[in-house]
């Protein structure tokens, strides 16, 4: 009998192809539609998403259920993100997702239904070694989403198929139109999966009363009011209604700084200002994909989705981890991810916690 | 395919089918043209009209037809915008055909109070009695729940409605076909059916209307329905709900014996693979073939994967339009908690179901039990 894998299946062509291709190669492939979030507006598309699986479903020939991770969900990933709003940071949902939804509570699902392994439509490559499984980026270098699975162990791994890893978002694509799947042209998605189309400001405000304060630049000089700290992020320039003044051609405001003790938000001109730099952060809930920190301390980061390696050292004592970057770095954001690369190799990461 | 949901839908009775073929191949004329195809057409409503009348005990010009119990509900409870009196007694345990109407009717002036149920799922008269104001237009209370099947005291509601002046609705559509549904016996105004749950086909509901209650009508047009319905029948649905209602109407002893041997077998079966499954609802007041159990300790969504992978369909609490399950709304009201919610399945027998059948669907239940624990 052949091997019983699960795929997630989100109603987009990564998990559409990913599931094609093992049932092309043999596999015996059954599918779940994960809901991890209640439809509570016209924003969220899980309805949508559901159609668009069904019907890729009924071309594959696979089976396709739902299954429901709505409390799990909003325990472990969406408490923590309000938790970290409200402290004045930035929090990554996806990463802490992986880790505890799509890999953990889905994956055990997935195993007590009788799969051996899990697969999902992720950029990322694995490579069982003798003794462990190296996470490698996805080929497609624009669309590596290795940054994402940094929080996972190798017990997830192990139990873990990336089909599409080796190709390219074209390639997934072209295959999906060849093979006719429905959905082969629909639109990736962006953002968070429970903000989905909607303005992330206008999200949280859902959840945060106003909170005002002062608004100054890194000269100490008062230039307005803001609405609460919670609704900026480091490094954001629009938004702070302080644009250029009268027919003055003036360099555009960022957020340098939250200074939470006091409500006050930080903010500088220019894009190439040097407070909106720093080539040191400080690293907490650190987690090595290895179940070890790496021998070589000098490696490459990423601060966020997306953005080219930065060559980097980092040093470990005790539980705490310091990276210094090579160049400074723009808008180190605390709450977002610093994730760590030996070439094409994830390693791991952690949350930012400072900078300096 | 081992099919054991007919509470959500049945599959077409096959006298029905060739019926339905026959009108939509040979009678498709309007039913409002004088030729003699239209004059075909317009006998066979009014013949289903007449077996439907007769189904359900009243007279032929007390059926309009709708395009389902969903419409048949909303045509009655739409009319609450015209009446002076607007507040309306209902109960927690309504389809929301029913509960989504009167909260969408709330912006018209229309308020209502909904009566709970006991652990068994059964509303007091008592409970109505007391929630009745000087406003109270109708008193809307089902026949039998589509979850656990408890029947409703509908009688004595009417007799409170009755003293009043009330107008009585109630949503029939769980019970036809299952228990003899009479609706001059019951004394009911106003009683909704759909065609599919009883082995006709689905987009066709009937409401029954006593005599002298007239009704505006949702949807407007030409004359079809006595003015409470217009468009152009669904001549072939419309023919076959009224064979359907007949079949079900002439053989409901049979089958009510039926689903009561099928229904009992399936519980002594389960009692002993698995003595801990909790059975929901009324000991006695309640739907032949439908059976709501709980597997304490079992998630019901793994248990229905399992269950479909052997060809299997039950159902449980209510699916949602992402196909993902739900703690059932109407378990909560009869109090029982959410670990036991999320493990119930609800199965329900049709006529097409043998003892055979049973036997295997508890045979898998067993196994599934098993590797759902020893995979744990």
């Given at each position: 009998?052949?091997?019983?894998?699960?795929?997630?299946?989100?109603?987009?062509?990564?998990?559409?192809?990913?599931?094609?291709?093992?049932?092309?190669?043999?596999?015996?492939?059954?599918?779940?539609?994960?809901?991890?979030?209640?439809?509570?507006?016209?924003?969220?598309?899980?309805?949508?998403?559901?159609?668009?699986?069904l019907?890729?479903c009924?071309?594959?020939?696979?089976?396709?259920?739902?299954?429901?991770?709505?409390?799990?969900?909003?325990?472990?990933?969406?408490?923590?993100?309000?938790?970290?709003?409200?402290?004045?940071?930035?929090?990554?949902?996806?990463?802490?997702?992986?880790k505890?939804?799509?890999?953990?509570?889905?994956?055990?699902?997935?195993?007590?239904?009788?799969?051996?392994?899990?697969?999902?439509?992720?950029?990322?490559?694995?490579?069982?070694?003798?003794?462990?499984?190296?996470?490698?980026?996805?080929?497609?270098?624009?669309?590596?989403?290795?940054?994402?699975?940094?929080?996972?162990?190798?017990?997830?791994?192990?139990?873990?198929?990336?089909?599409?890893?080796?190709?390219?978002?074209?390639d997934?694509?072209?295959?999906?139109?060849?093979?006719?799947?429905?959905?082969?042209?629909?639109?990736?998605?962006?953002?968070?999966?429970?903000?989905?189309?909607?303005?992330?400001?206008?999200?949280?405000?859902?959840?945060f009363?106003?909170?005002?304060?002062?608004?100054?630049?890194?000269d100490?000089?008062?230039?307005?009011?803001?609405?609460?700290?919670?609704?900026?992020?480091?490094?954001?320039?629009?938004?702070?209604?302080?644009?250029?003044?009268?027919?003055?051609?003036?360099?555009?405001?960022?957020?340098?700084?939250?200074?939470?003790?006091?409500?006050?938000?930080i903010?500088?001109?220019?894009?190439?200002?040097?407070?909106?730099?720093?080539?040191?952060?400080?690293?907490?809930?650190?987690?090595?994909?290895?179940?070890?920190?790496?021998s070589?301390?000098?490696?490459?980061?990423?601060?966020?989705?997306?953005?080219?390696?930065?060559?980097?050292?980092?040093?470990?004592?005790?539980?705490?981890?310091?990276?210094?970057?090579?160049?400074?770095?723009?808008?180190?954001?605390?709450?977002?991810?610093?994730?760590?690369?030996?070439?094409?190799?994830?390693?791991?990461?952690?949350?930012?916690?400072?900078?300096? | 395919?081992?099919?054991?949901?007919?509470?959500?839908?049945?599959?077409?009775?096959?006298?029905?089918?060739?019926?339905?073929?026959?009108?939509?191949?040979?009678?498709f004329?309007?039913?409002?043209s004088?030729?003699?195809?239209?004059?075909?057409?317009?006998?066979?409503?009014e013949?289903?009209?007449?077996?439907?009348?007769?189904?359900?005990?009243?007279?032929?010009?007390?059926?309009?037809?709708?395009?389902?119990?969903?419409?048949?509900?909303?045509?009655?409870?739409?009319?609450?915008?015209?009446?002076m009196?607007?507040?309306?007694?209902?109960s927690?345990?309504?389809?929301?055909?029913?509960?989504?109407?009167?909260?969408?009717?709330?912006?018209?002036?229309?308020?209502?109070?909904?009566?709970?149920?006991?652990?068994?799922?059964?509303?007091?008269?008592?409970?109505?009695?007391?929630?009745?104001?000087?406003?109270?237009?109708?008193?809307?209370?089902?026949?039998?729940?589509?979850?656990?099947?408890?029947?409703?005291?509908?009688?004595?509601?009417?007799?409170?409605?009755?003293?009043?002046?009330?107008?009585?609705?109630?949503?029939?559509?769980?019970?036809?076909?299952?228990?003899?549904?009479?609706?001059?016996?019951?004394?009911?105004?106003?009683m909704?059916?759909?065609a599919?749950?009883?082995?006709?086909?689905?987009?066709?509901?009937?409401?029954?209307?006593?005599?002298?209650?007239?009704?505006?009508?949702?949807?407007?047009?030409?004359?079809?329905?006595?003015?409470?319905?217009?468009?152009?029948?669904n001549?072939?649905?419309?023919?076959?709900?009224?064979?359907?209602?007949?079949?079900?109407?002439?053989?409901?002893?049979?089958?009510?014996?039926?689903?009561?041997?099928?229904?009992?077998?399936?519980k002594?079966?389960?009692?002993?693979?698995?003595?801990?499954?909790?059975?929901?609802?009324?000991?006695?007041?309640?739907?032949?073939?439908?059976?709501?159990?709980?597997?304490?300790g079992f998630?019901?969504?793994?248990?229905?994967?399992?269950?479909?992978?052997?060809?299997?369909?039950v159902?449980?609490?209510?699916?949602?339009?992402?196909?993902?399950?739900?703690?059932?709304?109407?378990?909560?009201?009869?109090?029982?908690?959410?670990?036991?919610?999320?493990?119930?399945?609800?199965?329900?027998?049709?006529?097409?179901?043998?003892?055979?059948?049973v036997?295997?669907?508890?045979?898998?239940?067993?196994?599934?039990?098993?590797?759902?624990?020893?995979?744990?």
């Amino acid at each position: 009998m052949s091997e019983h894998i699960i795929v997630g299946m989100s109603g987009g062509v990564d998990s559409a192809v990913s599931a094609l291709l093992l049932k092309e190669q043999g596999f015996d492939v059954e599918c779940i539609f994960m809901k991890n979030w209640e439809e509570d507006s016209e924003y969220c598309t899980s309805e949508q998403d559901y159609k668009d699986a069904l019907l890729v479903c009924d071309e594959l020939g696979l089976p396709l259920k739902t299954v429901n991770f709505c409390n799990e969900y909003k325990e472990k990933v969406f408490d923590y993100f309000l938790k970290e709003y409200a402290a004045g940071r930035t929090p990554n949902p996806d990463t802490l997702c992986n880790k505890e939804i799509k890999f953990k509570s889905f994956l055990n699902y997935a195993l007590e239904l009788g799969a051996s392994r899990i697969a999902t439509g992720h950029y990322a490559r694995l490579d069982q070694q003798n003794s462990s499984v190296l996470l490698r980026k996805g080929n497609d270098g624009n669309k590596d989403q290795s940054y994402f699975l940094f929080m996972l162990n190798q017990y997830q791994l192990e139990k873990t198929i990336f089909p599409i890893g080796e190709m390219t978002k074209n390639d997934v694509r072209t295959l999906a139109k060849e093979k006719g799947l429905p959905n082969h042209d629909r639109k990736d998605s962006t953002g968070v999966c429970f903000i989905g189309e909607r303005d992330f400001t206008e999200f949280l405000h859902q959840y945060f009363k106003p909170n005002p304060g002062e608004m100054i630049t890194v000269d100490g000089k008062i230039v307005g009011r803001h609405n609460g700290l919670m609704f900026y992020t480091l490094g954001q320039r629009q938004g702070l209604g302080i644009g250029g003044g009268h027919g003055k051609k003036e360099a555009p405001w960022f957020v340098a700084d939250k200074n939470i003790k006091d409500n006050i938000l930080i903010i500088a001109q220019g894009h190439d200002h040097p407070d909106l730099f720093h080539s040191q952060l400080s690293v907490e809930n650190v987690h090595w994909i290895s179940d070890e920190s790496p021998s070589t301390k000098i490696l490459n980061a990423k601060i966020r989705y997306r953005q080219k390696d930065q060559s980097c050292s980092i040093e470990i004592s005790n539980d705490a981890l310091t990276v210094a970057f090579k160049n400074p770095q723009f808008a180190v954001t605390p709450g977002q991810a610093v994730v760590f690369y030996d070439g094409d190799i994830c390693l791991g990461g952690g949350t930012i916690v400072n900078r300096n | 395919m081992y099919y054991f949901d007919h509470s959500a839908t049945t599959p077409l009775h096959p006298k029905v089918k060739e019926l339905m073929s026959e009108v939509g191949e040979l009678h498709f004329g309007n039913p409002s043209s004088v030729h003699a195809s239209g004059q075909k057409a317009k006998t066979l409503i009014e013949t289903a009209r007449g077996q439907m009348a007769k189904a359900i005990g009243c007279n032929s010009n007390e059926v309009v037809f709708t395009g389902g119990g969903t419409e048949a509900n909303n045509l009655v409870l739409w009319n609450l915008i015209h009446q002076m009196k607007k507040h309306v007694i209902t109960s927690v345990i309504e389809h929301p055909a029913v509960l989504n109407v009167l909260d969408n009717l709330g912006e018209f002036g229309v308020t209502y109070t909904a009566v709970g149920v006991d652990e068994t799922g059964m509303v007091n008269p008592n409970d109505v009695q007391n929630a009745i104001t000087e406003k109270t237009g109708l008193i809307t209370i089902m026949l039998a729940n589509n979850e656990m099947g408890t029947i409703q005291p509908i009688a004595d509601i009417v007799a409170i409605a009755k003293k009043q002046s009330i107008i009585l609705h109630t949503d029939a559509v769980q019970s036809i076909g299952k228990i003899p549904v009479n609706a001059k016996e019951l004394g009911v105004d106003c009683m909704s059916f759909s065609a599919h749950k009883f082995y006709g086909p689905k987009g066709v509901g009937a409401l029954f209307v006593s005599k002298g209650l007239k009704l505006k009508p949702l949807i407007i047009g030409g004359n079809q329905e006595r003015r409470m319905r217009a468009g152009t029948e669904n001549t072939s649905g419309i023919a076959g709900l009224g064979l359907a209602a007949e079949l079900a109407a002439n053989n409901i002893h049979k089958t009510q014996t039926h689903l009561n041997e099928l229904a009992d077998a399936f519980k002594s079966q389960i009692t002993y693979i698995c003595p801990n499954a909790i059975f929901n609802g009324h000991p006695e007041k309640q739907l032949p073939g439908l059976i709501n159990v709980s597997f304490p300790g079992f998630r019901n969504d793994l248990l229905m994967i399992h269950l479909d992978r052997h060809g299997i369909a039950v159902s449980s609490g209510s699916a949602c339009s992402s196909g993902d399950i739900k703690p059932s709304r109407i378990l909560s009201e009869m109090g029982i908690k959410d670990d036991i919610n999320n493990s119930t399945l609800r199965i329900s027998f049709g006529y097409g179901n043998t003892l055979k059948d049973v036997e295997y669907l508890t045979r898998c239940i067993k196994s599934t039990l098993e590797r759902i624990r020893s995979a744990a």
